[in-house]
């Protein structure tokens, strides 16, 4: 069974940068065909798919947040982290990793069920 586990500051600065790690358990992120995403959920709004790292190390953003976002990964450790750079209060969400990918990678359109395995997401406040 594969788990999947977030981790990082509950609390960041306006203008700071957002750093988040996704601990994988049970399946490497190596393994072929994953895709391992970071999704994000403010109050009151639906799901915002972010970026994703392919299993061979190629990564995809969302044209909305593509200039602020970049995800890298530490095979050594199976881990993927997401950076989010010059956060607002807008960015004030729980975020999520999970494994999979929306169902339109160019414009980010996608659902709960587009992913097959999350963690218990971790809530991010942008604040001074």
């Known amino acids: 069974q594969v788990q999947l586990q977030e981790s990082g500051p509950g609390l960041v600065r306006p203008s700071q940068t957002l750093s988040l790690t996704c601990t994988v358990s049970g399946g490497s992120i190596l393994h072929n065909v994953h895709y391992w995403s970071w999704i994000r959920q403010a109050p009151g709004k639906g799901l915002e798919w972010m970026g994703a790292?392919?299993?061979?190390?190629?990564?995809y953003y969302s044209p909305s947040l593509k200039s602020r976002t970049s995800i890298s990964r530490d095979t050594s450790k199976n881990q993927f982290t997401l950076q989010l750079s010059s956060v607002t209060p807008e960015d004030t969400a729980m975020y999520y990793c999970a494994r999979g990918r929306p169902r339109n990678m160019a414009t980010g359109e996608t659902t709960r069920s587009d992913f097959t395995y999350w963690g218990q997401g971790t809530q991010v406040t942008v604040s001074s």
């Open positions: 790292i392919y299993y061979s190390g190629s990564t």
